[in-house]
Structures are given as structure tokens and as C-alpha cells.
């Protein structure tokens, strides 16, 4: 456990700066605004007792959660479908195995409801069929098995 700062507490949390135990416990700040802690040292010789002092591994952890969200995202494709608006003319774009993936999540995710109501309206025509086999008032769906 580490005891921060208010002002740090939340910086910490959001994992906008980490703690390398690798690099002399080096502070590295992940985003802008905490040039009074950059390249600062977490002086752990204070800390002899290894019950009362963090675990180097949480300290990991915790670092490389921070280069995940801050470093790595910062690179990523932001894959937003909100306006509705999906301009597939872009190859360079939509021609990645990642963006089929993420249109064909995209499709399902809007055709969902119509998908549900579909199946809701052919499981109720089903069994209709009056007792010779034939449509009596309703639909009757002969369903063939398929080899």
C-alpha cells in the first residue's frame, strides 16, 4: 500500500503515472502534469521491513497498466459508430482482418433487434398447421432438414 497525496491519489488511480521497481523505483508520468514528481525516486531504503513496504510486483503491474492505457492506446484506431455513419470506401481501413471484425460486432450490435423480433414472429407460426398438414389460418412453416 502506498500513501499518496490527494492530488496524487486520483493520478495514481487513472494510471497516469507509475512507479518502474526495475529502474531504481524511477517515477515516469504517462501523461502531461506531473513535472514536480518526473524522473523522481521512491525511496524505499526507509522501507527495510518487507511487510510494510509495496510489493515490486504490484509496482509492476501498475507501471504497465499505465504504459497500456496512456502509451499503447495513444496508438490504437478509436472505432466509433455513433453518428451511424460507416464510410467503407477507405481499403486501407476496412481492408484489416481487425476492422471486418469490428463491422461485422457493429452490424450485429444494430441488427440484434431486428434478429430477436424475427425469431420471435417464425417460433410463433410454427406447429399452425392443421392436423392434415395443411396452413390452417395461420402460416405453416415445413421446415426440411438440410444435408
Not at 494510471?15 to 523505483?25: L, Q, T
Not at 513535472?35 to 518526473?38: F, L, Q, R, S, T
Not at 510494510?52 to 504490484?58: E, G, L
Given at each position: 500500500m502506498l500513501l499518496l497525496r490527494e492530488d496524487l491519489h486520483d493520478a495514481w488511480a487513472d494510471?497516469?503515472?507509475?512507479?518502474?521497481?526495475?529502474?531504481?523505483?524511477r517515477i515516469t508520468a504517462f501523461v502531461p502534469g506531473h513535472?514536480?514528481?518526473?524522473g523522481e525516486f521512491l525511496d524505499m531504503g526507509?522501507?527495510?521491513d518487507p511487510v510494510?513496504?509495496?510489493?515490486?510486483?504490484?509496482l509492476r503491474d501498475h507501471f504497465a497498466q499505465g504504459l497500456l492505457k496512456h502509451v499503447k492506446?495513444?496508438?490504437?484506431?478509436?472505432?466509433?459508430f455513433s453518428s451511424g455513419a460507416m464510410d467503407l470506401s477507405d481499403a486501407k481501413v476496412w481492408g484489416t482482418p481487425e476492422a471486418k471484425e469490428r463491422l461485422e460486432l457493429e452490424l450485429e450490435n444494430r441488427l440484434f433487434e431486428h434478429r430477436m423480433r424475427q425469431e420471435s414472429e417464425d417460433s410463433s407460426t410454427l406447429g399452425n398447421c392443421d392436423e392434415d398438414g395443411e396452413p390452417g389460418d395461420r402460416v405453416c412453416i415445413h421446415l426440411e432438414p438440410s444435408l
Open positions: 494510471y497516469e503515472f507509475g512507479i518502474d521497481p526495475d529502474d531504481d523505483y513535472d514536480g514528481i518526473v526507509d522501507i527495510s510494510t513496504r509495496p510489493f515490486d510486483q504490484a492506446g495513444r496508438g490504437e484506431r478509436h472505432w466509433n
